[in-house]
């Protein structure tokens, strides 16, 4: 249950990053599970306060939804083919669509921030 942080934390260690830092994720329930933020309180793990419905920013989770359609539309039937379709799919990725998407990352910023962290088109 806990092996992302678990990593992270573990990863941050190795780095020796003594300094201040935070941990963000969205707010996926299993994220705000008690469980969870006992364990995370109990590591001393310092967590960015986050929107619940916030848009989302972040580059790679844009790209990993493409993925996702991608795969939905394949429809593999067994592990090994939805592995290979991943990877044939992910490296097929067309640069054009990686710098669109770092391009319009300003507009799609400035659009949360007109709507004051609101919805957006995006």
């Known amino acids: 249950m806990y092996g992302k942080y ?6 941050v260690q190795m780095l020796r990053m003594r300094c201040s830092w935070t941990f963000q994720h969205n707010n996926d ?3 705000k599970a008690l469980l969870t933020l006992q364990w995370l309180q109990q590591k001393n793990v310092k967590v960015l306060e986050w ?6 920013l ?10 996702k359609h991608a795969v939905h539309a394949s429809r593999p ?3 090994h ?7 044939d799919d992910w490296a097929a990725k067309p640069p054009a669509r990686i710098w669109c998407l770092i ?7 400035h ?7 609101g919805k957006t088109q995006y």
């Open 29 to 31: 329930p299993k994220h």
């Open 77 to 79: 039937k067994i592990l």
């Open 51 to 56: 929107l619940s419905q916030s848009p989302d």
């Open 58 to 67: 972040n580059t790679i989770n844009l790209l990993w939804g493409d993925l």
């Open 6 to 11: 678990w990593q992270t934390i573990c990863i």
């Open 103 to 109: 391009e319009n990352y300003y507009k799609r910023l």
């Open 81 to 87: 083919d939805l592995e290979v379709f991943c990877q």
């Open 111 to 117: 659009a949360v921030i007109d709507a004051k962290g």
